[in-house]
């Protein structure tokens, strides 16, 4: 009898849900129960490509937005906005595989530290009109840096992993810099 009073009870609650969210929300109301369930595999993914941010030339894909008054470099507090280049080799003429879209900035006062705030998109193969989100800390002088995967879209939805990153080519005088990424990714 108690599973009986229990089935009755949730079967009215969700009656009376279930008017609520057609007269109060209408379409933005969706109404869902433990009932249903999808099945779906989770999976990890190893990515390898190359970012290559050009701060140099007449199309730059990478631009200062902000920075610290009376200041004339990249120093702390300098913020940029991006859209570079991800191919399948480390030369830029190399094949297109996406593109890292976003912002970073100079975020300590003491080393050269950088807060990524940036999109994967894909637009080759299975990953096409998928991406991956990152929000991270980025040490640049260390060899191999470590920054958390915090979300996806398409193929990468709920994702979650980490990016490695090591920088192969950097060009002091211009600032341009090509970075190796392999990245792990869980999603379903």
């Not at 990890?44 to 190359?50: E, K």
């Not at 902000?66 to 702390?76: E, K, M, R, V």
């Not at 530290?113 to 800390?137: D, K, W």
């Not at 996806?152 to 990424?181: C, N, P, Q």
């Amino acid at each position: 009898m108690a599973t009986f009073s229990i089935c009755l009870l949730f079967t009215f609650n969700f009656i009376i849900f279930s008017n609520f969210c057609n007269t109060a929300y209408g379409i933005f109301c969706e109404e869902t129960t433990e009932a249903i369930t999808i099945k779906r595999l989770e999976k990890t993914s190893h990515l390898h490509f190359y970012f290559h941010d050009v701060i140099s030339g007449k199309q730059p894909s990478v631009v200062k937005i902000a920075g610290p008054p009376n200041s004339t470099g990249y120093g702390f507090g300098a913020t940029m906005i991006m859209d570079d280049a991800l191919t399948e080799g480390p030369e830029i003429s190399s094949k297109l595989v996406g593109r890292a879209q976003g912002m970073y900035a100079i975020a300590a006062q003491e080393e050269l530290s950088l807060l990524m705030v940036m999109n994967f998109a894909f637009i080759e193969g299975t990953y096409n009109g998928s991406s991956i989100s990152i929000l991270g800390r980025n040490p640049v002088l260390n060899d191999i840096r470590e920054m958390p995967i915090v979300g996806g879209s398409g193929v990468f939805r709920l994702a979650r992993g980490y990016a490695l990153a090591h920088t192969i080519r950097l060009d002091y005088k211009t600032g341009d810099a090509t970075v190796e990424y392999h990245v792990y990714v869980s999603h379903y």
